[in-house]
């Protein structure tokens, strides 16, 4: 038999798991918890082809955004944070975080609030894990 078979089998196979994969969409919430003194919580989030601003979050507040992460798995976000004299710059979105944000129901959230010993992670808004600290 000619591998042509199994070659288009194996196409077809990678194009159903990449239409299935696509409909993965994931929402980062970064949520402040430091209070406004000395100042706001200053956010700065990007990726290679996106830059979604700055922006300031007082106690409380949320800045979120939603996004289909790539089939190779590459998708990556990080953030700069600043408060007071404070400063962190980490990937809240990457394949090892995707890994603490992922459910089976095909739409996903990753929270993470920023509090005054440090950054934690969720995924549903309820139980936290401490990832990072302030620098
Ligand atoms: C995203 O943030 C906005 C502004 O804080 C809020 O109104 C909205 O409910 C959030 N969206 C989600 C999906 O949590
Ligand atoms: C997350 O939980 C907080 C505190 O219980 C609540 O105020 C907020 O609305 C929740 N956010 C979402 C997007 O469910």
């Known amino acids: 038999m000619s591998p042509v078979i199994p070659v288009s089998v194996l196409l077809a196979l990678l194009t159903i798991s990449h239409l299935a994969y696509a409909r993965k969409d994931i929402v980062v919430h970064i949520i402040s918890r430091v209070p406004k003194d000395p100042t706001s919580l200053q956010i700065h ?49 990457d394949r090892r975080i995707n890994g603490y944000c992922a459910n089976l129901s095909g739409f996903y959230d990753c929270y993470w609030e920023a509090r005054l010993d440090g950054f934690y992670l969720s995924k549903d808004n309820h139980t936290w894990e401490k990832l990072n600290f302030w620098t």
């Not at 007082?58 to 289909?68: I, L």
Request: charged share 20%; proline share 2%.
């Open 45 to 93: 989030c990007k990726s290679k082809d996106n830059n979604l601003g700055m922006h300031f979050l007082d106690n409380g507040q949320e800045f979120n955004w939603t996004f289909t992460p790539n089939f190779i798995g590459t998708t990556l976000f990080f953030c700069d944070f600043k408060w007071g004299s404070k400063f962190r710059s980490f990937a809240v979105y």
